[in-house]
């Protein structure tokens, strides 16, 4: 039986309200559930049982990068009725509040970082796997001048990396 199984009944059940009291080190409710509940309201979305079970999966696990086939892989492991279509939507709208960044690494998929921070990171070819990179003080000098009328909102560093002796070219 798996680990996420307690995942819907827990969304079906009513979270009872906490005494002011009842807050954790960050200042926030101690429910996982209620915080998650916020924090889509606060980001301007419903939060439907759809959006609150992947919510959960998404960000029950701290900072992480995933694919919308690798998320819709662990709904179903977890036995959460959903479509491929709806967690594409739902990564996406969740991408256009900011609770997600969608990463441009690979042609054939998107990637989408549970940090919406802005921060760099490594792509391993050979695994399609995504790593933070470490805050190292990287800077990018020389910019080229923006188009009339745009102005640059940030610069995203992927160093991609392989296994020496791969036969591959970046």
């Known amino acids: 039986m798996s680990d996420l199984m307690p995942l ?4 079906n059940a009513r979270v009872p309200s906490l005494p002011a009291d009842a ?26 049982r759809q959006r609150l079970s992947l919510g959960w999966l998404l960000f029950g696990r701290g900072d ?3 694919t919308a086939e690798m998320l819709y892989d662990e709904a179903m492991r977890a036995k959460v009725p959903v479509s491929l279509a709806t967690v594409y939507n739902t990564l996406h709208q969740f991408t256009e509040a900011g609770l997600l960044r969608q990463l441009a690494l690979d042609g054939s998929k ?13 792509f391993l070819e050979d695994e399609g796997e995504v790593m933070d990179m470490p805050d190292c003080g990287i800077t990018v ?6 188009p009339e009328g745009m102005e640059i909102a940030g610069v995203e560093v992927i160093v991609r990396l392989r296994r020496r002796g791969s036969n591959r070219k970046l």
């Open 23 to 48: 807050l954790t080190a960050t200042g926030r409710r101690g429910c996982p559930l209620s915080d998650l509940r916020d924090r889509l309201r606060r980001a301007g979305l419903r939060p439907t």
């Open 141 to 146: 000098d020389a910019l080229p001048e923006a």
């Open 110 to 122: 998107a990637y989408f970082d549970t940090n919406p921070s802005e921060h760099h990171h490594f």
């Open 64 to 66: 992480r990068h995933l």
């Open 8 to 11: 819907k009944a827990m969304l």
